[in-house]
């Protein structure tokens, strides 16, 4: 009995701390605020006032109260926290442009600076629990210094008064709203930013990242004025706020920019106006006198925020009703549904009457997912658009390639074939030029010696003539074939042979020979090579077999001279009948011009043909070259 009653107790109490844990957990405190007061400091503002005291309710702005006022403000917040069995915390959202806060007498906290360059804590929230020892018993006061700066809002933003876990919720909650959405906001417009500039600088003939570009770096430095905790990198608070100011003007005019060249639209004296307000609207932020600064900047404001409406509408009207000259663009959509989010935002925080302050801070919240999404646009579209350019292009260059290369194996094979046609052409004529040349003149010798013979030739004088014939056909296909053959030590050695073959035929015939050969070349290293030394003879060879022929000379003068080292002369006269060298060169039956002609040009030297009355000279110039090194 004692055991079953002790474990009904023990569950009695287990449902009795449950029961009353949620009310201990959730046990709350609110103090009951009294009055909230504001006044001017006197002096610098850091004594409290004693009089001037004007009620309000917070979020407050001193403006509103003074016009253009410049120096320190005091707000008094009485409340009665008597009824709190827990402690309680106090959380500002913000103090502008900088202040101090304090319990009664003793101080909470305070900014760094409280002149000029001020601290910024407008946008900063904060919170404290308030000590026990500073609390007395009843009515107490929660002080608060504001610095004032006119031109810009300046005054306590809410104010709340409650238990810590309160009071800490409620922080945390403003700290996203004011701060953390912010630098979310920066990052992302800087990455944007970065990002189309360096696409911009790479393709430079799509302004529309670049606009896009100054329009992400533009609001990130609009946004600074929300994240900024002093006016660095300006002398002052005010210079900051103009800054900001043509930041935001900036903004509207590279989002419109962005919207005409992105959606192909070509609108010039839009443009032109869009620039002639954005001149005046920077000057006016710049300029404008510290007494009226607030006005003229709320009227910017109000001005920047309009275009920018109208901009994102006429967008719509182009996409959705505008002439279609071309089919709608997914891209041109897309861009036209994130302006139209962001028409439908702000006309919701316009049409609920909020402040310029939150009307700002509304529409600058809002830009960090609208960057977002313009990346995703652009990059998601650009992209896509690209890789199917792409696989297009890829298909089109592997179908350019196959047929390239049909026609270059056509065009390759037909080459070859006429290569093969004219190489065979060009044996044929070297062939019929040796013949010509070579073993045709030992038969015009051999006929030339018959003939001037007055009893037939004994078998041994024709087996001469014969063995001669074979000297000629092998010494034709040996040195015709290589370019290696050995050069003559000198100019005598390499007109032996040609001298001993036409000596004796020129002697039978009663033609005096002379021959005038120099005895050394005058640089060893400078000599004919083995296709000059053939070339040259059968030039020779083809001179004198002319003489035989056709000249009727009875005298012929054969020379080799070296002017110079590099040049080497081959001379051939005769005091024949001589021939019209014209009409022989252009007629093309003779075979013997035309064969010398190719032999001079084939060793790159100079054929030069004189005939007269008085006899015929024929003369051919080579240059002479170093042997080139055989690289190994």
């Not at 009620?55 to 917040?77: F, Q």
């Not at 600064?293 to 001005?303: D, E, K, S």
Request: with cysteine.
């Amino acid at each position: 009995m004692t055991c079953w009653l002790r474990r009904w107790l023990t569950l009695c109490l287990l449902m009795l701390a449950g029961m009353c844990a949620p009310a201990l957990a959730n046990e709350t405190c609110t103090p009951r605020i009294l009055d909230v007061e504001v006044a001017k400091a006197p002096g610098d503002g850091s004594a409290r006032p004693t009089e001037g005291w004007i009620k309000t309710k917070l979020p407050d702005a001193m403006n509103r109260h003074w016009p253009g006022y410049d120096g320190s403000g005091w707000y008094r917040v009485d409340f009665d926290a008597s009824a709190c069995t827990v402690p309680v915390a106090l959380g500002i959202d913000g103090i502008s442009v900088a202040g101090a806060v304090y319990l009664n007498d003793d101080l909470l906290w305070r900014d760094k600076s409280l002149v000029e360059p001020l601290s910024r804590s407008w946008n900063i929230p904060r919170w404290w629990v308030l000590p026990a020892t500073s609390l007395h018993a009843g009515v107490n006061s929660v002080w608060i210094r504001a610095v004032a700066v006119s031109g810009i809002w300046s005054g306590v933003s809410a104010l709340r008064l409650a238990d810590e876990a309160t009071v800490r919720a409620q922080f945390e909650h403003a700290q996203w709203h004011q701060r953390t959405i912010y630098f979310i906001n920066a990052v992302l417009c800087g990455m944007a930013g970065v990002l189309f500039t360096l696409v911009w600088l790479l393709r430079r003939k799509e302004p529309a990242y670049g606009w896009f570009a100054l329009m992400s770096l533009a609001w990130l430095a609009y946004l600074t004025t929300y994240l900024a905790e002093s006016p660095w990198p300006f002398a002052d608070s005010m210079m900051r706020s103009r800054a900001s100011m043509v930041a935001l003007i900036v903004y509207v005019l590279g989002a419109c920019l962005f919207t005409f060249r992105y959606g192909g639209q070509r609108m010039a004296w839009i443009e032109r106006a869009l620039w002639a307000l954005a001149g005046i609207g920077s000057l006016a932020s710049l300029l404008a006198p510290k007494a009226v600064a607030g006005a003229w900047w709320g009227m910017v404001w109000q001005v920047a925020m309009a275009v920018f409406l109208l901009n994102a509408l006429q967008f719509q009207w182009h996409v959705w009703h505008g002439p279609r000259e071309r089919p709608r663009r997914r891209r041109d959509m897309l861009l036209a549904l994130v302006w139209l989010v962001f028409v439908v935002v702000a006309l919701h925080d316009l049409s609920g009457m909020l402040g310029f302050w939150e009307v700002a801070r509304n529409w600058a919240a809002m830009s960090g997912p609208l960057i977002i999404a313009l990346i995703m646009l652009v990059l998601g579209s650009q992209l896509v658009q690209e890789m199917r350019s792409v696989e297009r292009f890829n298909h089109a260059l592997a179908d350019g390639i196959a047929n390239a290369r049909a026609e270059l194996a056509i065009a390759h094979e037909r080459e070859h074939q006429q290569s093969l046609h004219n190489t065979k052409l060009q044996e044929r004529i070297r062939i019929a030029h040796e013949l010509h040349d070579g073993l045709g003149a030992s038969l015009v010798r051999g006929m030339a010696l018959v003939e001037q013979a007055d009893a037939p030739l004994p078998n041994q004088r024709v087996l001469s003539l014969l063995k001669t014939l074979r000297d000629d056909l092998r010494q034709m296909i040996d040195y015709s074939t290589s370019s290696t053959a050995a050069v003559p030590d000198s100019p005598v050695q390499w007109a032996a042979p040609l001298r001993h073959r036409f000596t004796r035929i020129l002697d039978e015939l009663d033609v005096e020979s002379e021959w005038n050969i120099a005895e050394h070349w005058q640089d060893e290293q400078l000599r004919p090579n083995a296709l000059q030394s053939l070339n040259l003879i059968r030039l020779a060879e083809e001179a004198l077999t002319n003489v035989i022929k056709h000249s009727r000379a009875t005298k012929v003068r054969v020379s080799c001279e070296q002017p110079s080292p590099a040049r080497f002369i081959v001379r051939v006269e005769d005091n024949g009948i001589g021939f019209d060298v014209q009409t022989v060169q252009q007629t093309s039956l003779n075979v013997g011009m035309r064969s010398m002609t190719a032999r001079a040009a084939r060793i790159a030297g100079k054929l030069k043909v004189e005939s007269g009355a008085c006899g015929t000279a024929v003369a051919v110039e080579v240059t002479l070259e170093r042997p080139q090194p055989i690289s190994v």
